[in-house]
């Protein structure tokens, strides 16, 4: 592995964290976007939590529902033996008859957590974003926060059972945000927004999933506004044993004097195991890959990455250059914050140049 973990790792787990919901418990403390300010590391963290058990026999569910008279989340409760439903992922029902999930086992807001240090944190009382529209009824999730100027976007992902969706946020202070709605409809996720326009253009790195032809897999996306996007295109990234289930981005993308430096995650097929891979864009064209790791540059390896919510996964949203090392921050077994480091040029010298 080229990325070294943390001796503090992990460094935020369910325990440090009250729930939002009274009654609910925190289950989950992971994939948290990353940004510097007012020198402070912060981590936007997605936080699960569970409704409270439900009698013998039977599962609670957690649903947002929203109208006129504000959002507010409810419970409904499910019996394991309903023929209708398939229980065996502890994320979430399926509905056995339609083929589609129907319910998430639990709900997710974005929460800060604050350092000096990027070690030690502590975890902000409320959420700074918050499920409260039908777009985001099962939650928000896995934020990705790109400064641009002297604002910080944040993409997120709106859960419902209208589908898994992108929307956007703004803040220049993290002290509140301004949602923008719904930027990249269903099934599209793991979106990340390049830090500058790259010829007179905002760029993405998102991945569509498709249900009939092709592999869920990093397309590229442009926009003159942030707010509305085309102009895709499949990025042409090579499918190693490690990411031949499916890819997508992860970190948002580093500018090096080499090209775009991106750390994106692949899944198996063996196993469903997500590691972590590294690839250089070119700076002018971010859809020609120059350079990618054949191996992961981490993989579940530690207890903790092994064994969790969801086992064998390290999962990034972000990352900070910070002089010549990448402090990746990392959700480890879909269930507590990891930190792992390495220097530039070692992430460099792992790969395999066209």
């Not at 935020?12 to 289950?27: E, H, K």
């Not at 339609?98 to 350092?115: C, E, K, M, Q």
């Not at 929307?167 to 830090?195: M, Q, S, W």
């Amino acid at each position: 592995m080229v990325f070294e973990r943390c001796a503090e790792n992990p460094l935020i787990t369910p325990d440090q964290v009250q729930p939002w919901l009274p009654g609910y418990r925190v289950a989950c403390t992971f994939n948290a976007g990353v940004a510097e300010y007012d020198g402070q590391v912060l981590l936007l963290m997605r936080v699960a939590e569970k409704p409270p058990r439900a009698p013998e026999g039977c599962l609670n569910v957690p649903v947002l529902t929203a109208g006129p008279e504000g959002a507010r989340v409810e419970i409904e409760t499910l019996r394991l033996d309903d023929p209708r439903y398939d229980f065996s992922d502890p994320r979430k029902v399926l509905d056995r008859e339609a083929g589609n999930y129907v319910y998430l086992t639990s709900i997710s807001h974005l929460r800060l957590a604050r350092s000096r240090d990027g070690v030690h944190f502590t975890v902000d009382a409320a959420p700074l974003i918050r499920p409260d529209c039908a777009a985001e009824g099962f939650g928000a999730e896995d934020a990705r926060i790109t400064r641009i100027g002297e604002t910080y976007w944040i993409n997120y992902t709106a859960v419902s059972r209208n589908g898994i969706t992108t929307a956007l946020a703004t803040t220049r202070d993290f002290a509140g945000v301004k949602k923008h709605g719904v930027a990249f409809v269903t099934e599209n996720r793991d979106v990340t927004i390049f830090p500058e326009k790259i010829g007179g253009l905002y760029r993405a790195l998102v991945r569509p999933v498709p249900k009939q032809i092709g592999t869920a897999r990093i397309w590229v996306a442009e926009s003159p506004d942030l707010l509305h996007w085309g102009g895709f295109a499949p990025l042409e990234l090579p499918t190693f044993p490690w990411s031949n289930a499916r890819s997508g981005g992860g970190a948002v993308p580093i500018l090096l004097r080499e090209g775009w430096l991106v750390l994106y995650h692949g899944a198996d097929k063996a196993g469903n195991r997500y590691s972590m891979g590294a690839a250089l864009l070119d700076r002018q064209d971010p859809s020609r890959v120059l350079a990618v790791s054949r191996e992961p540059v981490l993989a579940a390896r530690a207890d903790y990455e092994r064994e969790g919510f969801y086992p064998n996964v390290v999962f990034s949203c972000g990352a900070l250059l910070r002089g010549d090392t990448i402090h990746m921050y990392y959700g480890a077994a879909d269930r507590v914050i990891g930190l792992a480091t390495a220097a530039c040029q070692d992430v460099l010298d792992a790969m395999e140049w066209f």
